[in-house]
């Protein structure tokens, strides 16, 4: 379980130091990724 949360670290600061994201920035992104995901389910099924 170690491993996979130091993976999960390592991938989020890749993509945040890629897009040159704050963590506020980061944050937001990761919500309305969220919204989004949860809108398209719900037409879905």
Do not use: C, E, P
Request: charged residues 20%.
């Amino acid at each position: 379980m170690r491993k996979l949360i130091n993976k999960h670290k390592t991938l989020i600061n890749w993509y945040q130091k890629k897009f040159k994201l704050s963590d506020y920035q980061l944050l937001w992104l990761v919500f309305f990724k969220g919204v989004l995901i949860t809108i398209i389910l719900f037409k879905t099924f």
